[in-house]
């Protein structure tokens, strides 16, 4: 089985500021798909952003970033000028495709990001 | 819209009971799935589903039990086997066509015992 590791499992940042969330991740698979949940107070899991492995350019979405070290298997989320509504849990998943079209998601243990006004 | 939903939003149940926590989606997809979350914890797979009629454990079924007899209904099933049921349930889907693409989850269900 996949695992999935978040060793931060609190961390707080100011208003505006950036703050980097750490994932590393342990497969022998070649074809995978990493991602970034949002699950905010009301619990909702919020796709935030994804990385496919065979690609190289690291993933962007607006203030998210993701550092991909495929190498080092390491999936790091940045979240530039940070606002209130980003405090939330952050996990991590892996995803192995799955040859009848379903897909396993190992999912990380979280970290619970606050923003200070 | 389409999407995931799960009822109720919280549920009890009393020792011995058996509850069964709704999960409808209208995205049709195939494939659903169930998920158990504690605190500090990830989300464990319990069971999950590719077609009609077809289901396959997870990580942790054990004292769970599904039914797949609609494309768009995927019921789970508490039984009184399984002796720490208090949790935050999470059902999920994906269009098995696109392996690829992440799961839809729905809005979740919080079990407690009474």
């Known amino acids: 089985a996949q695992t999935v590791t978040q060793s931060q499992p609190e961390m707080s940042v100011q208003e505006a500021e950036t703050v980097t969330l750490s994932c590393t991740y342990d497969t022998s698979e070649n074809n995978y798909y990493l991602f970034w949940y949002k699950q905010p107070p009301s619990r909702q899991m919020i796709l935030v952003i994804r990385?496919?492995?065979?690609?190289?350019q690291n993933a962007t979405e607006n203030r998210f970033s993701v550092n991909f070290q495929k190498a080092a298997k390491s999936f790091s989320l940045k979240i530039s000028d940070s606002q209130l509504g980003d405090t939330a849990m952050y996990f991590c998943a892996f995803m192995k495709p799955l040859i009848t079209g379903a897909n396993n998601l190992f999912f990380g243990t979280g970290t619970r990001l606050t923003v200070i006004p | 819209d389409g999407g995931i939903t799960q009822s109720p939003k919280y549920l009890f149940r009393k020792e011995g009971q058996n509850v069964t926590l709704s999960c409808e989606q209208n995205l049709n997809h195939d494939a659903m799935y169930w998920y158990r979350q504690d605190p500090g914890q990830g989300l464990r797979l319990i069971y999950y589903?590719?077609?009609?009629?077809?289901?396959q454990k997870g990580d942790i079924a054990e004292g769970y039990s599904v039914s797949r007899e609609k494309k768009e209904s995927f019921p789970l099933t508490v039984t009184s086997a399984q002796k720490n049921p208090t949790a935050f349930y999470l059902c999920a889907s994906n269009d098995r066509r696109f392996s690829n693409q992440p799961q839809h989850f729905g809005d979740g269900t919080r079990l407690s015992i009474l």
């Open positions: 990385q496919e492995a065979y690609k190289q």
């Open positions: 589903s590719q077609i009609v009629n077809d289901f």
